[in-house]
């Protein structure tokens, strides 16, 4: 978390950035939202205006409820979403006004739904994560020395040679983030990656994300996860920004109420310490 425990953070994110050879030069970015507002209309706006800064190697996630723009958010960060006024800076620069190939370099994506993807292997998916930073279409022995290092990080290696297509969606969204490990991004942006995981695999993929070198923005629907694992938590509701503060401090049963339109009962986690959510309606009280 950001207060009470960023040395053991950053003493986590440097043991892990050695052991991956692809963070070798990564050099975590910092964005600043300054009153970013995006809508697909002229006058009805979606994402009312947000200014927000991410520090470098800074662990961010993004919560709210079905339709709140969190996705319309994260796509205003990865140069997709262009904002209808206001503007999106990394390391100072706003991303419109750099070349698209800089942000692809710095920048990496998990998204949601990722569809077919011509009968390629997983080794072969991702292996296209090494694309944006490559120099030459001949693959060399550090290549797949990457690959397989982010493959069996992500507990993915026994399916290296299986058809991407045929995976469970568990498994193609493990491949999907290593595929956005290799590329040693100097940011990384996920929507909702932990969606067709199971528990263990939720909790070991956060757990990885939260030890590794760049800057990390990822959407949450499990408040428990966006608690234990992200330094800062942006909350959303209605295209508006309800809070941004420490993962510790982020959440009350008053403001889960507001946000969520569920009660909820925060008590700390008895072994892990961590804030512990007990949802319920006003149908479920005696
Ligand atoms: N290109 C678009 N054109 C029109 N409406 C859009 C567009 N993109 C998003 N929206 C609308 O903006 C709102 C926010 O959508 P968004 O996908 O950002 O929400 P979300 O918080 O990610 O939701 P979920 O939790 O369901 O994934 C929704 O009402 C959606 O229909």
């Known amino acids: 978390m950001l207060n009470n425990s960023s040395t053991n953070n950053d003493t986590k994110r440097s043991e892990n950035a050695t052991s991956l050879s692809c963070f070798a030069d990564c050099k975590p970015a910092a964005f600043e939202l300054k009153n970013l507002a995006w809508s697909p209309y002229k006058h009805t706006p979606l994402l009312h205006p947000i200014s927000i800064t991410v520090n470098p190697t800074e662990f961010v996630a993004v919560v709210g409820p079905n339709g709140s723009g969190k996705t319309s958010l994260l796509r205003c960060l990865y140069r997709v979403n262009k904002p209808s006024s206001g503007q999106v800076l990394m390391d100072g620069k706003d991303i419109w006004s750099l070349p698209a190939r800089t942000c692809a370099q710095r920048i990496a994506t998990v998204l949601q739904d990722t569809g077919a993807e011509f009968g390629l292997s997983v080794f072969e998916m991702v292996e296209i994560g090494l694309t944006p930073k490559s120099t030459s279409w001949k693959r060399t022995a550090e290549d797949s020395e990457a690959i397989e290092s982010v493959l069996a990080l992500l507990d ?90 420490a993962a510790n401090e982020a959440f009350t049963e008053q403001q889960i109420e507001h946000v969520f339109e569920v009660k909820t009962i925060i008590d700390q986690h008895p072994i892990t310490r961590r804030p512990r959510f007990s949802f319920y309606t006003n149908n479920q009280q005696d």
């Open 156 to 245: 993915v290696s026994h399916l290296i040679e299986r058809n991407f297509n045929a995976l469970s969606g568990g498994e193609r969204q493990r491949v999907m983030i290593a595929r956005a490990l290799v590329q040693g991004p100097d940011i990384l942006i996920l929507d909702e990656p932990t969606n067709h995981l199971d528990i263990r695999h939720q909790l070991e993929v956060l757990e990885l994300l939260s030890t590794l070198p760049c800057t990390i923005i990822v959407s949450l629907h499990d408040l428990s996860l966006a608690a234990a694992y992200a330094d800062r938590v942006l909350v959303m509701k209605d295209g508006q920004m309800q809070g941004y503060s």
